[in-house]
């Protein structure tokens, strides 16, 4: 299962290869690994994200903290 994996923009769960981009150079500063729209699960194992601070772009997933994430507002 890509959650036991080392997380990389290539290995995320196939129904989100389609939506995954490289984080932005700020959000990987803040251990980001891939860009996708807010809101989402965790794209390499469907768990809950949460920001990491209240307004922030940048998500760490609930059940492994090496699936970090920015997320992009809906709608650009």
């Given amino acids: 299962m890509n959650s036991e994996?080392?997380?990389t923009i290539d290995n995320v769960l196939d129904e989100y290869k389609t939506y995954v981009r490289n984080a932005q150079?700020?959000?990987k500063y803040s251990g980001a690994?891939?860009?996708i729209f807010g809101?989402?699960?965790c794209p390499w194992c469907k768990s809950r994200m949460t920001q990491t601070t209240l307004g922030s772009l940048v998500a760490v997933c609930d059940k492994n903290s090496l699936h970090i994430v920015?997320?992009?507002p809906w709608g650009g």
């Fill in 5 to 7: 994996q080392e997380p």
């Fill in 25 to 27: 150079q700020w959000a």
């Fill in 33 to 35: 690994i891939i860009s």
């Fill in 39 to 41: 809101g989402s699960p």
């Fill in 70 to 72: 920015q997320w992009v």
